[in-house]
């Protein structure tokens, strides 16, 4: 079981940054695939970014070259750096651990949300 909890969403203006952090706790954070998703009001849940515990990434198109996503593996944590931000990054942001090999093990935080508005 690991339990997930983001920090860091807020509102911000077009343009502006923010960091998003996730906290890990109750297993071996290296096992698992760490990642970043987003729910828009009306829409899918969609991924951000992931990265692994050798620090190989992955990023959708919409936040390639803005977002950077990265992790501590001492501390258990993950972080996603957000600049240039539009208003269509307006969401809830998910924390989320995917188990390496077993990936039926995926675990979810409870979200925190991003507002992009002038």
């Known amino acids: 079981q690991v339990q997930l909890v983001e920090s860091g969403g807020g509102l911000v203006q077009p343009g502006g940054s923010l960091r998003l952090s996730c906290a890990a706790s109750?297993?071996?954070?290296?096992?698992?695939?760490m990642g970043w998703y987003r729910q828009a009001p009306g829409k899918q849940r969609e991924l951000v970014a992931t990265i692994n515990s050798e620090d190989s990434t992955n990023y959708a198109d919409s936040v390639k070259d803005r977002f950077a996503i990265s992790r501590d593996n001492a501390k258990a944590t993950v972080t996603l750096q957000m600049n240039s931000l539009k208003p269509e990054d307006t969401a809830v942001y998910y924390c989320n651990a995917r188990h390496l090999i077993f990936t039926d093990l995926d675990y979810w935080g409870k979200g925190t949300l991003v507002t992009v508005s002038s």
């Open positions: 109750g297993s071996r954070f290296t096992y698992y695939v």
